[in-house]
């Protein structure tokens, strides 16, 4: 109980000074270790935690029978663990690895000591946080620039690629449509030569003009 009330008491010192230079504090119900402060748009965790001592436990009377029973099963020493009255402030928020997180009871120097230099750290790692944060941002906005580049570049080979096709596309329908032509005279001189005349209306002449008809059709100067 006194670790529990000079815990609190530290927290809420640490809470009044950070609200004191204007920073927002979120304290949830459940318990210290989920008190966050606002500091430069950054949410910093931090809590208070008490140690504690191992300490060998002593066997109650069934476990020594069961011991001397079984020496394989119970080989292993069994341990208490006792709170040591020692506490520490912890930053919780990972990030800054090279900045110092945590503050603890010392031989000469007792956490209620401490805590100008504990507010300074969180500072510390809220600047720290600010800074990864900037520079993260910074490089998304890179790569999604890149991103950009790049898809705007694939959008402009793919235009690219789709007027050299109907080009291409085009000329051959022009080049169809003239050899078409040469051939539609070639054959109608060839008739003539055989037949003298080509008579109006005959098959031959009504496919003749389908087939110029056609070449007309496909030709692209035609449109």
């Known amino acids: 109980a006194q670790s529990l009330d000079r815990a609190l008491r530290i927290m809420d010192a640490i809470i009044k ?4 230079r204007g920073y ?10 989920d008190t966050c402060a606002i500091v430069l748009g ?27 029973r079984w020496p394989n099963l119970y080989s292993s020493t069994p341990y208490v663990y006792v709170p040591s009255g ?3 402030l912890r930053i919780k928020t990972w990030g ?7 503050w603890s009871d010392g031989a000469k120097r007792r956490v209620e000591d401490r805590l100008n230099d504990f507010v300074i750290g969180l500072l ?16 998304e906005r890179r790569w999604e620039k890149e991103k950009r580049r790049r898809e705007e570049q694939e959008r402009l080979r793919k235009e690219e690629e789709e007027k ?7 000329v051959d329908n022009w080049q169809k449509s003239q050899r078409i032509r040469s051939f539609i005279a070639a054959f109608r001189e060839a008739a003539i030569a055989r037949h003298g005349h080509i008579e109006p209306g005959s098959e031959l002449d009504t496919w003749l003009q389908w087939a110029s008809a056609y070449a007309d059709r ?3 100067l035609m449109g």
């Open 42 to 68: 950054e949410k910093v965790c931090f809590g208070i935690e008490e140690g504690s001592h191992r300490r060998v436990r002593e066997l109650t009377t069934q476990e020594k029978k069961d011991r001397e």
């Open 17 to 20: 000074s950070l609200e004191k």
């Open 96 to 102: 800054c690895a090279t900045l110092r997180k945590q």
């Open 86 to 88: 020692m506490l520490s």
């Open 24 to 33: 927002e504090v979120i304290v949830r119900s459940r318990n210290n270790q």
């Open 164 to 170: 050299i096709r109907i080009l291409e596309r085009t």
């Open 124 to 139: 510390r790692v809220s600047e720290g946080l600010r800074v990864a944060r900037l520079e993260r941002e910074e490089r």
């Open 218 to 220: 496909i030709d692209p």
